[in-house]
């Protein structure tokens, strides 16, 4: 059966490769992308290397209402959650790669998703290699105690942590709450240069010129250091073949899916098994800059 695809940030540098993705797979249609800046144009003329002629809309509604199987979020902060919402009210499944939603926006996607008996897959990165760090990390946290986060990103980036940093520290706090040897009461100075506190985790967001999202897990122990981090390239490529691999998969889904590690594995590492991010076999509920991580 042939999936019906919608990109949203058709026009962006995930977006774009995404839809030309979908559009060469033999088992996926893109029947419709959003773009505010692009809207009413082709498909044909924004994206070069695309051959499918479709009309860009300027919001989701519009665009779903050609016949859409799942919908793809790669847009902004500020736009996703209305953009999941509007999908969800279709009828529509959902692939979020776009960051900035709070737990709280999350709750209330799964809500309606489930009413609608719809799923949502979302990550903060759709990397297969990102997916590998958290991977990775959980077994180091079950032997190492204590560690930290440093979330880099362009200085333009406006939501803090990033999605692949966020989804780490929550998705470490399944396997322990990482020590602290010192209170932050007892410090000497301002407490926020201990970075912030996400799920029991300190993560410090650096903000920069010339970075992507880039993530850096620090464990240490007494003597010594073991340090993880994953480092994107300048180009989206990292990013499509775990999108697609969620669009494949979100049909299985019923309510909100975060993370893509499932999908891959097919099961969760044992130190998360029966969670709150435990799923079915089917799937389980971003990325560069703005559009993603």
Known sequence: MTIRVCVGGVSGEIGSPLAVAVAKAADLRLVGGVSRKQKGRSTKDVIGELTVDV??????????????????????????????????????????????????????????????????????????????????????????????????????????????????????????????????????????????????????SVRLPSFVVSTEVVFGGPGERLIMRHDPGLTPAPYVPGTLLAIRNVAGVVGVRRGLDSLLFGSLPPALAGSARAVTPTGRAGSRRRAAG
């Open 55 to 204: 009309t860009i809309s300027g919001t989701v509604a519009d665009a779903l209402k050609a016949g859409t199987d799942v919908y793809v979020d790669y847009t902004s902060a500020d736009a996703v959650k209305g953009n999941v919402l509007a999908a969800i009210e279709r009828g529509v499944a959902v692939v979020v790669g776009s960051s900035g939603m709070t737990d709280k926006d999350y709750a209330d996607i799964d809500a309606a998703a489930r009413e609608r008996k719809v799923g949502v897959i979302a990550a903060g990165n759709f990397a297969i290699t990102a997916v590998l760090l958290q991977r990775f990390a959980c077994e180091a946290a079950k032997f190492v105690s204590q560690w930290e986060i440093i979330d880099y990103a362009s200085d333009d980036k406006p939501d803090v942590p990033s999605g692949t940093a966020g989804e780490l520290a929550e998705t470490l706090a399944q396997v322990r709450t990482p020590g602290l040897t010192m209170a932050l009461s007892d410090l000497h100075g301002p407490v926020e240069a201990r970075g912030a506190e996400i799920a029991g985790t300190r993560v410090h």
